[in-house]
């Protein structure tokens, strides 16, 4: 982490995890995580699931999510709540910025603030 409790995005290197998604973690505490994803226009995030809640909010562009079985677009302005152990996917429509929360931090996106 950079000063302290503040963290920037000079702080946080952006790593592409799949083809075209590309994820930014700003901010972590015991009990929470702050994740940034950037998704470019026809980026796919597969199906999956894992045992950590995750809520989201689009700043910009336009998502197709699929959650629990349920397909919505989703706009700037928009959020979603995903729990624990529900299946979920995503697709952008255009390019897309979306800010997810996952409780507890996972593990595996532990690589860039601390």
């Known amino acids: 982490m950079a000063d302290g409790y503040f963290i920037t995005p000079n702080d946080a ?4 995890m799949l083809r075209g998604v590309h994820r930014r973690t700003m901010a972590i505490t015991d009990e929470e995580m702050l994740c940034e994803f950037f998704l470019e226009r026809d980026s796919i995030v597969p199906e999956h ?5 995750q809520v989201g909010y689009v700043i910009y562009g ?5 959650i629990g079985g349920q397909t919505r677009l989703c706009q700037p302005g928009d959020s979603y709540a995903i729990p624990g152990g529900v299946a979920h ?24 603030a601390r």
Do not use: C, G, M
Request: hydrophobic fraction near 35%; proline fraction near 5%.
């Open 62 to 66: 336009k998502v197709e999510l699929t």
């Open 13 to 16: 290197a952006q790593v592409e």
């Open 49 to 53: 699931s894992h045992l950590n809640d």
């Open 89 to 112: 996917q995503a697709r952008a429509v255009i390019d897309s910025l979306v800010i997810d929360v996952f409780s507890p931090p996972r593990n595996d996106y532990r690589t860039e």
